[in-house]
């Protein structure tokens, strides 16, 4: 068992083309941490999204919440954190589906 620990989300350009995204994460199916509204060139602190325990991967997917009947939320990209990155120190992963660009810092821990 490994424990993922989030570390920080840099906004280069959000997937909305006028205003703000509304992100948020899902990992291996369940949704973590709640819905932040960001920038471009913003970026968050996620430290507090820190005890998700996993076994060989964790699939990290990152959304923009979409309001309306009509509009699903959407989809801006996923990266894989492995068990194997435990005690290897900070990981960074891309996220630009829809024209956005975001970076994922994440850390793994025995």
């Known amino acids: 068992?490994?424990?993922?620990?989030?570390?920080?989300?840099?906004?280069?350009?959000?997937?909305?083309?006028?205003?703000?995204?509304?992100?948020?994460?899902?990992?291996?199916?369940?949704?973590?941490?709640?819905?932040?509204?960001?920038?471009?060139?913003?970026?968050?602190?996620?430290?507090?999204?820190?005890?998700?325990?996993?076994?060989?991967t964790a699939e990290i997917r990152l959304y923009d919440k979409d309001t309306g009947i009509f509009n699903n939320d959407d989809l801006i990209g996923s990266v894989t954190a492995t068990s194997s990155q435990a005690g290897e120190g900070e990981m960074t992963g891309k996220f630009n589906r829809g024209g956005a660009d975001y970076t994922l810092t994440w850390r793994v821990l025995h």
């Open 1 to 56: 068992m490994a424990r993922l620990e989030l570390i920080s989300l840099y906004c280069e350009k959000t997937e909305d083309t006028i205003g703000t995204d509304e992100v948020y994460f899902v990992i291996n199916g369940n949704q973590v941490g709640g819905v932040n509204t960001i920038n471009e060139t913003e970026g968050k602190d996620l430290r507090d999204i820190s005890h998700i325990i996993f076994d060989r």
